[in-house]
């Protein structure tokens, strides 16, 4: 387990980027979190500096889309799902659980 | 329809083909495409291919079952010569001849030379795959001075990988400041900057006068310097010319589609001819209600054209238009710019967030007020943003 931030310091919209055996990006999503492997499976891009829409994080260098709850990309160009992790919360701070749980179909 | 010709096997062609089977066009689909390999993504060639750190692997566009999924005849290592009017089949360089009933044209461009350049060794531009293994080849071939002539945004990041290999590289840039074309003459000085700041060579207002070459002893000759228009001379074994591309349309001369700087479309991608559809670098299309032609040599307008092109090919006529946002990315001395919308040579530019002496800062560019365009450097989150911002306005 991994202490991501202060959950005060991630608001509903924002992201933080988190050193682990792989950079991780952790979410909010209107109270909701989640984590993902912060790479974008396409090319070279921070997942955490994308643009959040719903479930879906937006790659910010080619577009391409993943869904936060499976991991699993929703469009081109990326192909391959990035690994998704549980996220906890204990008082008042953001936990990553890793390893991942693999990215299911 | 029965038959549909996709003609290019890049960016646009793959994504036309995926694109055609995606809106349920069942029929026999071919794509003809002049180069031998496997579709790749051409922008990681100046960058890791250059640098060996991609893998053809990395950057092919399908893989194997992709291939499958497409149910499509690909025709690689094959040129459309001819387009029959009034597009009833292609003339192929194989000899053979394919009636079709629709036909995608995503033939991109074809890199400019300079003029007498020609089987002078050493001497290279950078469009293909091909390209760029044989440049890389000759840069790891001991190369000792690398001349790029041509400031854009291929001949920076060819500079910057250069220069990460450690071979020494002076940009011969024809206008005052590079990138001042499209990026505006502010925000080019600062790409300038990034040349100067890792001691890259850079000249700029001087075009190339000529090439100097000697024999190479094996029958032909190879390159040692390029002179400039000012009398100067800079000595290099390789040369790189980046110099832009001019689209492939040759191949449509006496077919009917109207081509000139591109093949001429409405704002539907669509062609003189209702099932002729054009999508990528080679489509001019109609941007906005004034009428006014664009066309666009970026990897997101070839990723999204298609989709378009594509819809009113099978519906017959135009039911859906292209909105382009013009987003570009390029990568140099580790440094990553984003650009969308569009540039007002004459307006005003504000830096809103960081500093371009840090190299790391995000500008908008205006035009009697409002934002129109939006550059950053290094800071892909209020990039981002700021970008959303601008489609949604151009939307409503
Ligand atoms: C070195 C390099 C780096 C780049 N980097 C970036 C970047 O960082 N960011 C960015 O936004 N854009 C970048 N681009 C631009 C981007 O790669 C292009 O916009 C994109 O490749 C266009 O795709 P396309 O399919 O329209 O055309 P192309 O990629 O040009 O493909 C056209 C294909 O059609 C084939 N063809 C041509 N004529 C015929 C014919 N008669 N019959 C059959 N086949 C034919 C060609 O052989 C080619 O394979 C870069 C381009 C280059 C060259
Ligand atoms: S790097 Fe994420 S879509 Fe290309």
Redesign the pocket.
């Known amino acids: 387990m991994i202490e991501a931030c202060r959950l005060v310091d991630l608001p509903p919209g924002e992201s933080v980027r988190v050193s682990a055996h792989v950079p991780i990006a952790v979410f909010n999503v209107d109270g909701a979190l989640y984590a993902i492997d912060d790479t974008c499976t396409h090319q070279d891009a921070s997942l955490a500096d994308g643009w959040l829409e719903g479930c879906f994080v937006e790659c910010p260098l080619h577009a391409a889309s993943f869904d936060l709850r499976t991991g699993m990309p929703t469009c081109l160009p990326a192909k391959r799902p990035v690994n998704v992790y549980p996220v906890h919360v204990y008082d008042g701070v953001v936990y990553v659980d890793t390893p991942p749980t693999e990215g299911v179909a | 329809m029965r038959t549909i010709a996709v003609?290019?096997?890049?960016?646009?062609?793959v994504r036309a083909a995926q694109e055609l089977r995606a809106q349920g066009y069942a029929g026999r689909l071919v794509v003809?495409?002049?180069?031998a390999h496997q579709?790749y993504?051409?922008?990681p060639?100046?960058?890791d291919v250059l640098l060996g750190k991609a893998t053809r692997a990395e950057i092919a566009l399908l893989d194997d079952g992709e291939v499958a999924r497409l149910s499509a005849e690909m025709w690689l290592g094959?040129?459309?010569?001819r387009l029959v009017p009034p597009a009833g089949a292609l003339v192929l360089s194989t000899g053979s001849e394919l009636p079709v009933d629709g036909v995608v044209i995503?033939?991109?461009?074809?890199?400019r030379r300079l003029p007498g350049a020609r089987g002078i060794r050493g001497v290279h531009v950078?469009?293909?795959l091909d390209d760029?293994l044989a440049l890389r080849a000759d840069l790891l071939a001991g190369a000792t001075r690398v001349a790029v002539v041509g400031g854009g945004?291929?001949g920076a990041?060819v500079a910057s990988s250069c220069h990460a290999l450690g071979v020494p590289v002076t940009v011969i840039e024809a206008l005052p400041v590079p990138l001042s074309r499209v990026l505006g003459e502010r925000i080019g000085a600062v790409c300038a900057d990034l040349h100067t700041d890792h001691g890259v060579d850079l000249r700029c207002g001087v075009s190339v006068a000529g090439l100097v070459s000697v024999p190479d002893g094996a029958g032909g000759r190879r390159v040692t310097a390029v002179e400039l228009s000012d009398g100067g001379r800079v000595d290099a074994d390789v040369v790189v010319v980046g110099v832009g591309?001019r689209p492939?349309t040759e191949?449509l001369a006496g077919s009917g589609i109207a081509v000139d700087d591109g093949v001429l479309c409405d704002a539907g991608c669509v062609t003189r001819l209702p099932n002729v559809v054009a999508?990528?670098?080679?489509a001019r299309y109609q941007a906005d209600a004034t009428g006014r032609r664009v066309r666009?040599?970026?990897?997101?307008?070839?990723a999204a054209t298609p989709a378009t092109a594509v819809r009113n090919l099978l519906a017959g006529r135009t039911v859906a238009r292209h909105a382009a946002d013009g987003?570009?990315?390029?990568?140099q001395y580790g440094v990553r710019i984003q650009f969308a919308g569009q540039v007002d040579p004459t307006g005003e530019v504000r830096f809103v967030d960081g500093a371009p002496a840090d190299r790391r800062f995000v500008a908008t560019y205006h035009r009697d007020g409002a934002v129109v365009g939006v550059l950053a450097f290094d800071s892909p989150r209020l990039f981002t943003k700021l970008r959303r911002q601008l489609a949604a306005i151009h939307a409503r």
């Open positions: 003609v290019g096997a890049s960016l646009a062609g003809v495409g002049a180069e579709p993504d051409r922008p060639l100046s960058k094959v040129r459309a010569e995503a033939t991109g461009g074809v890199a950078l469009r293909t760029a945004f291929v990041e591309m492939a191949w999508a990528g670098d080679v666009h040599e970026h990897w997101s307008n070839a987003y570009v990315w390029s990568e």
